[in-house]
């Protein structure tokens, strides 16, 4: 029998639809910021294991037990939990009826419309539950499959649909997250970084955000009651700029730190970029070519051009601490205060 084309095409869009709502192994090792097993969402016996956001091995368990995502073993069927994906899901529904997001259950879908979604939120604390077609109070994390499913406790996933947004899992719950003002997600490292990683796109890139010169809530928020005169509070997009505050009820006025120089709050001054460990983009406000990478200790830098973060590069093994002022990797630790703080 000849396979009409539109079965074809059909195939190619289910396989597609798997990809991108089902978290194959291969791509949840592309989000994971880490190394280890993970369990197989299509299959509950088998696991994988990833290494460098790839993934590298997988097997299954034993006749008769199942893998245990939290324990990262295998172990008898009736003590682990089970999921699937969305397509999946859909296709053991009935016609018109509801799926919540695999990768965030607190939203939900009408099957039919899952190529064009118009999501439905559940709220709160609010999980959909495509059993019972409602949402449901959240007890142990989604009740049916999403991006942190069988992934350990713990875990930070990338969202696969944005540069700045992860998944902190637990329970096989994901948690949703943002890295702060101007900062992308790095899905090696897990942490957050001024520069735009490598699996992001240009028109990805966030243009820098001017700091107001004056700011309406910042005092109310920030100022410290139970102290009295100025406080300079920092603007919370660059590392040079801070708000003078006289009281809460006062505007905040922005001011920057002279050149060379980044804003410690701490010490309510302008001081050494070497000792302020910003978690905003270090090589603004100074003619700097590399600047220490914050969450190294010292063991990178990174590379400015036009005073922005362009990329972060290693200290070969000889020579493995950035030292910010002779602008060189040498084998002394430089022991400057942002080798130590992470951000
Ligand atoms: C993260 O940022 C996105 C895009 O700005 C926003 O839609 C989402 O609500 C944010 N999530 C959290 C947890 O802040």
Partial sequence: MRVPQWAFHL????????????????????????????????????????????????????????????????????????????????????????????????????????????????????????????????????????????????????????????????????????????????RKSGNCQSWLPDYCSKDDEIAPETPLSTNFHICSKYYQRDLSGVQLLPDLKTCYGYYACTSELDLGRWSSCPWGQHFEWWSQRCGEPKDNSCSYDRCGNMNQLKVTTINTGCREYTVCQNYRSRRSEKCPEDFPYFNEISQRCTDKFPNHRVCYMDG
């Fill in 11 to 186: 195939a190619i869009f289910l396989a597609f639809l798997a990809e991108i709502r089902g978290f194959l192994m291969e791509i949840k090792c592309k989000l994971w910021a880490g190394n280890g097993y993970i369990g197989d969402p299509s299959d509950c016996q088998a696991w994988g294991f990833c290494q460098d956001n790839k993934l590298i091995d997988r097997n299954g368990c034993n006749e008769g037990l199942l893998y245990n995502f939290r324990k990262g073993t295998c172990d008898k069927a009736a003590d682990v939990m089970c999921h699937s994906n969305l397509a999946e899901i859909c296709t053991n529904l009935q016609l018109g009826y509801y799926a919540a997001d695999p990768a965030n259950c607190r939203r939900f879908v009408k099957c039919d419309a899952i190529d064009d979604p118009i999501w439905g939120d559940c709220g709160e604390d609010q999980v959909f539950n495509n059993k019972l077609q409602r949402c449901v109070q959240e007890t142990s994390g989604c009740p049916q499959d999403n991006i942190c499913s069988y992934m350990k406790d713990g875990s930070f996933m990338g969202d696969p649909n944005s540069c700045q947004g992860y998944y902190k899992c637990h329970n096989g719950f994901a948690i949703e997250m943002n890295c702060s003002t101007g900062r992308y997600f790095n």
